[in-house]
């Protein structure tokens, strides 16, 4: 078995990290192809270096770019690789352009395609990462989901349950493998060795980059305005270069910059931003990895957005959605500083993400593939004589293989009239709702 990686930016790298670590151990055939959208050559085999996982096999080097020009010189450098390599499947993970490319290109040559981290939604289609995600789960073969409330977004979209696999997120695989690999390390940026972070309380991590929050002057104002006020907490924010123009450019950045306990400074290397998160007492982001990262690290968040495609952090406990509202963000924060009851709540949270075995359950789902053909892309030679999808209420002790062994059937959805089910085989549905095929 020949496995392909795609991948195009920071967050995939660190997310697949685990998965490749996975793949390497057990022997199995690897092609890792880097697009090279972010960053030149060498800050890029820095990167994998770093992280110590092999350095790419490939590396498109496209560079920056509108989303078209980048999408489609990456499937023009994609398919000459695969080509190529012939591989038995192609991963790629999350909602970039690097993962629309890998996917489109691969499911045309009738190469199997796993998608990590499938079954997102922010149904904000406003958002290229939702398209991008949304694009992608329509050619793939394999879905590597994070969480049952993901897995229902795909079924409740036409999906087989068949080809759906929650094996938790590799966020958890890759902050526990990471931090390990940066606690060795130690801090390497001098701002923060400066600032003597170990020796800090109270400290606030703070990332702001969405155009939906830094180019709306009215938002960033009222989030300022917040940060003005949190002045008992050490406020740390590395910042993103657009955002510092953007900030300046609305005549804020220096007002920022003048409080006491506000330290800018520049953005961070990955392992020295995830040693700051784990020691940091609240999360302050509009960013979505970084809501996983801090529920997986027992860190309390607020998220400075009005919707979110990891809502599992919120019900769980563990994150809030705050908007830009200067008095929702300073109530929770204050609650979370100053009421430790709730803060040890939040903190306690528990992780929907799984607890770290997902690179594991994520292989062994594709070598089982593998084994039984799955992953053979063929034109169909039976044509299905008929076909019928039927609703019922279950009055019957029977679980879901059952149910489907007896009547030929496949079941979507399953619904006990309060919530959505995920049909595994030995879910019980007595009492249940289902919806459900018949084939002949």
């Known amino acids: 078995m020949k496995i392909a990686v795609v991948l195009g930016t920071r967050p995939e790298i660190i997310k697949m990290a685990p998965i490749i670590d996975e793949i390497v151990n057990r022997g199995i055939d690897l092609c890792l192809i880097h697009t090279g959208q972010h960053y030149d050559k060498e800050m890029s085999d820095n990167f994998f270096r770093d992280l110590e996982i092999p350095s790419p096999d490939y590396n498109i080097h496209v560079g920056s770019g509108s989303h078209g020009k980048q999408t489609g010189l990456m499937m023009k450098g994609i398919e000459e690789v695969l080509m190529d390599e012939k591989p038995d499947i192609v991963l790629v993970q999350g909602d970039t352009n690097a993962v629309l490319a890998g996917a489109l290109v691969a499911s045309k040559l009738h190469i199997a395609v796993g998608h990590v981290e499938a079954g997102l939604r922010s149904f904000d289609m406003t958002m290229p990462e939702e398209i991008n995600r949304r694009a992608c789960d329509i050619v793939s073969t394999m879905y590597f989901i994070p969480t049952e409330e993901s897995a229902i977004n795909l079924l409740a979209e036409g999906f087989s349950r068949k080809n759906l696999f929650i094996t938790g997120n590799t966020v958890v695989d890759a902050c526990f493998r990471h931090l390990e690999i940066a606690r060795k390390r130690g801090f390497e940026e001098k701002s923060l060795a400066d600032l003597d972070i170990g020796n800090m309380d109270n400290i606030l991590t703070l990332t702001m980059h969405r155009a939906e929050n830094v180019d709306d002057k009215s938002r960033v104002t009222n989030i300022i305005g917040a940060l003005k006020?949190?002045?008992?907490?050490?406020?740390?924010?590395?910042?993103?270069?657009?955002?510092?123009?953007?900030?300046?450019?609305?005549?804020?950045?220096?007002?920022l910059n003048?409080?006491?306990?506000?330290?800018?400074?520049?953005?961070?290397?990955?392992?020295?931003?995830?040693?700051?998160?784990?020691?940091s007492s609240l999360i302050l982001t509009d960013s979505g990895g970084?809501?996983?990262?801090?529920?997986?690290?027992?860190?309390?968040?607020?998220?400075?957005?009005?919707?979110?495609?990891?809502?599992?952090?919120?019900?769980?406990?563990?994150?809030?959605?705050?908007?830009?509202?200067?008095?929702?963000?300073?109530?929770n924060a204050n609650k979370i500083l100053n009421d430790e009851e709730f803060a040890e709540k939040m903190r306690n949270a528990p992780n929907p993400y799984g607890q770290g075995n997902s690179a594991e359950k994520t292989v062994d789902a594709i070598q089982k593939y593998y084994d039984e053909g799955l992953l053979n892309i063929e034109a169909p030679e039976d044509i299905m004589a008929s076909f019928e999808r039927k609703m019922a209420l279950i009055k019957e002790d029977i679980t879901v293989k059952e149910f489907e062994e007896k009547n030929n059937a496949l079941i979507h959805m399953v619904f006990d009239g309060q919530k959505m089910f995920f049909p595994n085989d030995e879910l019980n549905i007595n009492e249940m709702c289902v919806t459900y095929d018949i084939y002949e």
């Open 229 to 255: 006020e949190l002045n008992q907490m050490n406020i740390i924010f590395p910042i993103h270069p657009r955002t510092k123009n953007t900030l300046q450019n609305f005549g804020l950045f220096d007002e």
């Open 258 to 279: 003048n409080l006491n306990h506000v330290h800018i400074i520049k953005p961070l290397g990955y392992l020295d931003f995830l040693q700051l998160t784990a020691k």
């Open 290 to 331: 970084l809501q996983e990262e801090a529920i997986t690290l027992d860190v309390p968040a607020l998220t400075l957005r009005y919707n979110t495609e990891r809502p599992e952090t919120v019900t769980a406990g563990g994150n809030i959605l705050v908007g830009s509202d200067k008095d929702v963000i300073l109530e």
